[in-house]
Structure formats: C-alpha cells, structure tokens
Antibody, heavy 120, light 107 residues
Framework: EVQLVESGGHLVQPGGSLRLSCAAS????????MNWVRQAPGQGLEWVSY????????YYADSVKGRFIISRDNAKNSLYLQMNSLRDEDTAVYYC?????????????WGQGTQVTVSS | DIQMTQSPSSLSASVGDRVTITCRAS??????LNWYQQKPGRAPKLLIY???SLQSGVPSRFSGSGSGTDFTLTISSLQPEDSATYYC?????????FGPGTKVDIK
C-alpha cells in the first residue's frame, strides 16, 4: 500500500525556519517525481514545489522561490521541504504528493498533510 | 505564470443530475490538465489526468474533456458522495497552478 506521511509542521514565528519531511513507503520512491502542495485555512490548493526522481529538475512557485528548498533522499525514501524566512501567509496544511508515472504531471497519491502555523 | 479559472465557483444540484464544471487556462496547455476532488478535512483525490483519462478506481460517471485552453469535468449522474470541492490543475509549464475550485453541494 502506498503511504506518504508528512511531519515537521508546527507553530513558528515570522522570519523563522522549519523543515518538513515526507516518509514514503509501499512503492519504489526513487522512480517517482514528487510535489509539495499547500492549503491555507479555508482556501484552495496551491502548488509549492516539484522535484523529479533524480533531483535534476526542481521548480518552485513564485510565492516561495528563494525561501523554500525542496530535496529528497532516495536511500531514505524521504522528501523534504526546507522553509526559511517564513511569513504569516505561509500558514497552511502542507501535503506531499506523488507524481503519477505517465500521468502528465498529475499527483496520484497524497499524504494526510502537516499543519504549519506562522504567527508571533 | 499560467492562470486557471473555474466556473461556477459553486453549484447545488440534485441526485441524478448531470453536472458540468469548466476550467479555462490563460494560455494553451495542450492536455496537461488534471482534476481533483477534495472533501473537507481530507487530502485531494485525483479523478482525471491528461484532460480525459480516468484515474484507476474512479467511478465512470466522472469524465473530462478539452484541450488547449478550455476544459470540462462532467459528473453524469450526481451522487450524494460527490459533494466536494473540485479543482483543475495544469502541469504544462514549470510552474504548476490550480484553479480556485468549484464547490458542489447536493440539494
């Protein structure tokens, strides 16, 4: 069974940093592209970042470019999101999502999400 | 960046109704368009990928069509469990974007 489990979310002050993790199991992690997607309270989905299977292609939303860093460790079946210079507007549930093979960039499995709250 | 719009923003329909949601991209995106369903407190669920391909396990009452800039998601016969918010999602550019969502309620 495919499982994605996010962790690392909690309350942080503006300007602070946080590192999210996503532990993958039930599939060959190294073969799949991955994404981070977030959802602010009461709002829609916002794509945050993408990394391909070999970490050779990395993309970011303009809203996080220069502040967030996506990475992965295929030996540990893990995806990460290093979040720096956090702002109030980064408050959201953060989901990791698996890129579907041959799925035109869609995400076929999602974690349950981890809550990040940025507040003083 | 490619902007996505959806209409309507919300709708209310009866069980058995045919429901259509439209999604428009600010520039041509070929068929790099996906549809997700999200219920409150839950992660999104992939329904349709590449504009018209039904994800495994998704009921056949869901269908997608379109190419270029205009896309539709159709629920052929609305069921109570289809009450949710639906999002389109483009993956044509290196900056992916979601539409604002369409909330579907059951009358």
């Amino acid at each position: 069974e495919v499982q994605l489990v996010e962790s690392g979310g909690h309350l942080v002050q503006p300007g602070g940093s946080l590192r999210l993790s996503c532990a993958a199991s039930g599939f060959t992690f190294k073969n799949y592209d991955m994404n981070w997607v977030r959802q602010a309270p009461g709002q829609g989905l916002e794509w945050v970042s993408y990394i391909n299977s070999g970490s050779t292609a990395i993309y970011y939303a303009d809203s996080v470019k220069g502040r967030f860093i996506i990475s992965r460790d295929n030996a540990k079946n893990s995806l990460y999101l290093q979040m720096n210079s956090l702002r109030d507007e980064d408050t959201a549930v953060y989901y990791c999502a698996r890129g579907m093979l041959g799925g035109s960039g869609s995400s076929d499995y999602w974690g349950q999400g981890t809550q990040v709250t940025v507040s003083s | 960046d490619i902007q996505m719009t959806q209409s309507p923003s919300s709708l209310s329909a009866s069980v058995g109704d045919r429901v259509t949601i439209t999604c428009r991209a600010s520039q041509r995106i070929s068929s790099y368009l996906n549809w997700y369903q999200q219920k409150p407190g839950r992660a999104p669920k992939l329904l349709i990928y590449a504009a018209s391909s039904l994800q495994s396990g998704v009921p056949s009452r869901f269908s997608g069509s379109g190419s270029g800039t205009d896309f539709t998601l159709t629920i052929s016969s609305l069921q109570p469990e289809d009450s949710a918010t639906y999002y389109c999602h483009q993956t044509y550019s290196n900056i992916f974007t979601f539409g604002p969502g369409t909330k579907v309620d059951i009358k």
